[in-house]
């Protein structure tokens, strides 16, 4: 109570009050500067203003980086390693040589089929071949003929005008039996429809039942695929296009199997652009040899451009106001140009410039939000 009413710890109190007031009016405050001021866009700062010791410069450089795209992809089996079999005419099966996981060739027999229509179709071979035969032994009887000086002109033009057109009529026949990969040589009135697989897979479904009735507009019987490589479909928006070329590399993560990635090369980009996603597909060309890449897979595929040099500032620099991204430029009157930039990727510390600067220039790395507060 006795320090209370002592007159002279009062003075000491208002001595403390008036040191601190003083001692905060000498104090700068960049937060208070008047000094600054703008003009035509540019931040003029007097060498003695507070603020100047607050802002630290850098020179625009480049730096080597690589854009990485990300998107979702879906594994698909390619066009023609895949096939579905379909009988070409209708029948009942009476055999069937098809196992799920049964490897093929180009030359494999799937199953057997009666089918009359077939067998009008070997009907019509071998009475084709029949009549051009006997066309044949005409034309050539005609030639003997004619060279032993007994023979008609007009005979023989007959003779080899009727063996061209049944000659024609015999090689569509022919057609129609090698469309079937019958051999004709072997080719018996009346035997069965085989069926090959048109491609080297494996058999991924089977469907034939012997004995059932196959009718001609039937859907697929059978599917063989040939799956050792297949294709990833990237969807890849229209912004980010830019960074994909063809033989650009890129990898495959397995959603399935976690820390798996596989290496693989863009096949192709297509040429148009989904209106509804505004995304464009990227086909990729994946080595399967494992089988780990199944049809109807979904995976991510991380897109690697390749490396090229572009302007990178330090983030700090990097100011923001009514939605714009600007930077402060130094110019050769030590003024400080408010200019705007369009950013790209960023990393940790970097924010990459895709234009608004040029390397070599002058810029505030950081500090820049002092400006800020300059007066018109």
Not at 167 to 192: C, H, W
Not at 225 to 237: D, E, M, R, T
Request: proline share 5%; aromatic share 6%; hydrophobic share 40%.
């Amino acid at each position: 109570m006795k320090l209370k009413n002592n007159p002279h710890f009062a003075s000491i109190i208002l001595a403390g009050i008036v040191a601190i007031f003083v001692s905060c009016k000498q104090q700068p405050s960049v937060q208070a500067s008047i000094g600054i001021s703008e003009k035509d866009n540019l931040v003029i700062v007097p060498d003695h203003d507070p603020i100047k010791a607050r802002l630290k410069e850098s020179l625009v450089d480049t730096i080597s980086y690589s854009q990485q795209v990300v998107t979702a992809g879906t594994v698909k089996a390619i066009p023609t390693q895949y096939a579905e079999i379909a009988p070409p005419f209708q029948g009942r099966v009476t055999r069937s040589f098809l196992k799920p996981g049964m490897k093929t060739t180009a030359e494999t027999p799937l199953f057997e089929i009666s089918s009359p229509d077939f067998i009008t179709a070997q009907k019509v071979f071998f009475q084709e071949k029949s009549q051009m035969q006997q066309a044949e032994r005409v034309l050539k009887r005609q030639k003997d003929l004619m060279a032993h000086g007994v023979g008609i002109q007009k005979e023989l033009e007959e003779a080899q005008t009727a063996f061209d057109v049944e000659k024609k009529e015999y090689e569509n026949a022919l057609i129609g039996i090698k469309i079937f990969k019958a051999d004709p040589e072997k080719l018996s009135l009346g035997q069965p429809l085989t069926v090959y697989s048109p491609i080297k897979g494996e058999v991924i479904e089977n469907k034939v039942v012997l004995g059932q009735f196959i009718k001609d507009d039937a859907a697929s019987v059978a599917t063989i695929a040939n799956l050792s490589k297949v294709w990833v479909v990237g969807q890849v928006k229209e912004k980010d296009i830019q960074y994909i070329h063809e033989n650009g590399a890129c990898e495959i993560e397995i959603a399935a199997i976690p820390g798996k990635k596989l290496k693989a090369k863009i096949y192709r980009i297509a040429p148009m652009v989904d209106e509804e996603t505004r995304s464009i597909a990227v086909f990729i060309e994946c080595e399967n040899e494992h089988l780990l890449l199944k049809p109807g897979m979904y995976v991510n595929v991380d897109f690697l451009a390749p490396p090229g040099a572009v302007i990178a500032i330090p983030s700090k620099a990097l100011l923001q106001m009514n939605g714009a991204s600007f930077v402060f430029v130094i110019d050769a009157d030590g003024k400080y140009e408010r200019r705007k930039v369009e950013t790209g990727a960023s990393t940790a510390n970097l924010v990459i410039i895709k234009s608004g600067l040029k390397k070599g220039e002058k810029i505030v790395s950081a500090g820049g939000f002092y400006l800020l507060q300059a007066k018109p």
